[in-house]
């Protein structure tokens, strides 16, 4: 007959991360950690994940994702959680009760998501690729990044996704808007009137359908990027998720836009 006693003890222990010993079995509490965990070459150290990481389907998806069960995670023996601040504070906590060694890793800008691929490289063990942050003059035309030709959400002063516009070169309108993800409204769009759409797509759309989409709204179609057609179509994960892929979007973003 087993004991429930020390089947938790032993879990426990397993879950202790020794000082200075690399990490081996990793959970990730977040989409942006996991892509930096893989960008490292780091995967099979990965035994847990949330369901909306993109990762090995063979690696465990942890219940409640970011808001992570701790027993569950527990179960997992892991030697390394990885999360953000969007983890509550008492979860964290409660994982820590448990004996489990808990890293917040917070990536607002492409500086810190650089840094934190550094600090992520220590912990598990492996040497950390050379991540150049894109630098380039915002001189070039004015731009509205929309998530979905459809909605108002956008990205402004205080977000990775906004330094990834300048780093390509372009002039963010949505700087004149609150908060680094603000929605942009109609008469704001039709006001500042951007030279070029950025669509950022979830991989469901292609430009055509978009530009159509676009041309076939009451409010949209008066724009000056719709009428002429300067609409890019790029993908959304690189604007939503803070982790390596953002530090080489800006030079892909520039090319796309010197794509008919």
């Not at 990885?82 to 409660?94: D, E, H, I, K, V």
């Not at 500042?192 to 759409?197: G, R, T």
């Not at 800006?250 to 010197?258: F, I």
Request: proline share 7%; net charge negative.
């Amino acid at each position: 007959m087993s004991c429930p006693r020390l089947t938790l003890l032993l879990l426990v222990l397993a879950g202790h991360s020794w000082a200075g010993a690399p990490a081996t079995r990793v959970v990730s509490l977040a989409p942006s950690i996991t892509q930096t965990v893989r960008h490292l070459g780091a995967e099979d150290r990965l035994v847990g994940v949330t369901s909306f990481c993109d990762a090995n389907e063979e690696i465990a998806r942890v219940p409640g994702g970011i808001l992570a069960e701790p027993e569950a995670v527990l179960g997992l023996a892991p030697d390394l959680i990885l999360c953000t601040t969007m983890t509550p504070a008492a979860t964290r906590q409660q994982m820590e009760k448990l004996g489990l060694r808990v890293e917040v890793i917070e990536t607002p800008t492409l500086q810190s998501i650089a840094a934190a691929t550094r600090r992520i490289a220590g912990l598990v063990g492996v040497t950390a690729k050379a991540d150049a942050i894109p630098q380039a003059p915002a001189n070039g035309p004015s731009v509205a990044l929309l998530f979905g030709a459809e909605t108002g959400y956008s990205a402004g002063c205080g977000s990775h996704a906004h330094e990834i516009l300048e780093a390509a070169g372009l002039r963010n309108i949505a700087v004149e808007a609150s908060g680094a993800w603000p929605q942009l409204g109609e008469e704001f769009l039709l006001e500042k009137d951007p030279e070029v759409l950025i669509i950022a797509d979830y991989g469901g759309e292609n430009r055509e359908d978009v530009l159509a989409k676009l041309r076939a709204h009451p409010v949209r179609r008066h724009l000056r990027a719709v009428r002429e057609g300067k609409v890019v179509v790029f993908p959304a994960g690189v604007f939503s998720v803070p982790g390596p892929d953002a530090l080489a979007a800006a030079p892909k973003l520039r090319a796309a836009m010197e794509t008919p």
